[in-house]
């Protein structure tokens, strides 16, 4: 039998949907994908998948933040819609396509759990190497750039055997009539 939560995916697709429970707003599955690719939330295993969620009192820049970068979702409180925005370009399948974990991160990520909670004494952590790469993404406006860059770093992902633990943007130069640049660095992990 479906929960709520999977009814509402099923009758908005590629929409972010995200509940109010409590004092935490909450997504999960493909949502929570999504939501923690853009907010750079922590992404939790639940029972049917993926889980994510913020306190309520920061909606405002989490709208904000799917507004600019043009990702459809719907805000619940009650079974209610309180907040919703859908755009013609709508961007879900391409961050949920760059960030979905695979099935076998998950499978791991479960047994790591399972083991932690069968053998904690016994449980060891191993750290993988971190790398750090400067990226330069190119545009007529500030999201060209950002796709430009997603598209160098899901390029980098697929030819590098590469899995990417962290995107940020810190450096912009704009206002000439030739576009706009950005510049980005992000941290991976060798598989």
Do not use: W
Request: with cysteine; aromatic share 10%.
């Amino acid at each position: 039998m479906k929960n709520q939560f999977e009814i509402l995916e099923e009758k908005y697709p590629s929409t972010c949907i995200m509940q109010l429970r409590g004092n935490f707003y909450n997504a999960f599955n493909d949502s929570a994908v999504v939501l923690s690719a853009l907010r750079e939330y922590k992404l939790k295993t639940a029972p049917s998948g993926f889980k994510c969620g913020f306190p309520e009192t920061v909606l405002t820049s989490v709208k904000e933040e799917f507004d600019k970068n043009h990702i459809n979702y719907k805000v619940f409180n009650n079974g209610a819609v309180v907040i919703e925005n859908s755009f013609e370009d709508n961007r879900f399948d391409e961050y949920l396509k760059m960030y979905k974990p695979t099935a076998a991160e998950k499978a791991a990520n479960d047994t790591d759990k399972k083991e932690k909670e069968e053998e904690p004494v016994k449980t060891v952590s191993i750290s993988k190497k971190q790398y750090v790469s400067l990226i330069t993404g190119n545009g007529l406006t500030i999201e060209d750039c950002m796709s430009d860059i997603k598209g160098k770093v899901q390029k980098s992902i697929d030819e590098n055997n590469i899995k990417v633990v962290s995107l940020s943007v810190v450096n912009g130069i704009t206002g000439n009539s030739q576009g706009c640049t950005l510049q980005g660095i992000f941290i991976y992990e060798q598989l």
